[in-house]
């Protein structure tokens, strides 16, 4: 059987990407700015690609269960972590931030954002910077992100659960530096709103000596247990919510931490895609 005959018989998953998002994504991938442009021979059909990976995404399943009217599980991991390796999600991702930033009537990078970490479970994959959060009683690894006022991801950076806030702040922003389409995102941002985890003089100090950022730290004014949103810190916590509408990232499974951070940005853009 012949691919478009297989495409054309296959029903529609949820996840499937949209006629009109993928004819914005197609230009990126297909464009003469391409990041994959020199990848060799084009064995496979890059719609049905996107397709398999977000289905991973949105239902966590293992690449190995993808249904079998996908593309097969090789190809599709063969791309997606090709991808991962030459930066291709992170500059994709940068493309589509901007896009939705000057659609909302704002400028495409933004001059503010919030940090906040979240601390996820590990699965028995095995995998290196794996600890254990004392405060949170979980054992996997952390998230530490960084968004705009929107919400939407900028840069992510994932570590050992053991890592301290402060301890992982710092290569987060190294981390969001030292990558070309997140520092260029980045540029404009003069100030941040982070919890009462990211105190202290020396923090304060390292941001604003190496970046010029204005660190802020937003405080509880009560001794309420539980969530609450907080001025311009609710944002955040908005966007790890909508993270986790995608099973992928209720837990942990990756083996290497370059590919657990591509699963957030890549969580990120499917949500992104349905607003372009």
Partial sequence: MSTSQKKQKRR???????????????????GPDSA??????????????INAIFY???????WRSMPHDLLCWQTAYGYFNGWSQNGTWEWVHSVFV??????????????????DSQSIKTTACGGSHRGFDAGKQIKGRKRF?????????????V????????????????YRKRVPYLAHLCRRIKLVWVDGGYRGEDLMAYVKKLWGWCWQVVLRTDN????????????????????????????????????????????????????V
């Avoid at 994959?36 to 690609?49: N, T």
């Avoid at 400028?107 to 954002?113: H, I, L």
């Fill in 12 to 30: 529609r998953y949820p996840s499937d990407i949209s006629q009109n998002g993928w004819q914005k994504l197609k230009k990126l991938l297909e």
């Fill in 159 to 174: 570590c050992a659960a053991s890592v301290s806030e402060k301890k992982g702040a710092m290569p987060l922003l190294r």
């Fill in 224 to 275: 309420t247990k539980g969530f609450k949103a907080l001025p311009r810190r609710w944002v955040v916590e908005r966007t790890f919510a909508w993270l986790l509408f995608a099973r992928r990232l209720n837990k942990d499974y990756e083996k290497n931490r370059r590919n657990s951070q591509r699963m957030v940005y890549l969580a990120m853009l499917a949500l992104m895609l349905k607003r």
């Fill in 36 to 49: 994959i442009r020199k990848a060799g021979r084009p064995a496979a059909d890059l719609r049905e690609v």
């Fill in 145 to 157: 992100v960084l968004t705009d006022t929107q919400g939407l991801l900028l840069a992510v950076w």
């Fill in 98 to 115: 901007k896009k939705l930033r000057c659609q909302s009537q704002r400028q495409a990078c933004p001059s503010a954002g919030n940090i």
């Fill in 56 to 62: 991973v995404v949105k239902t966590g399943c293992s």
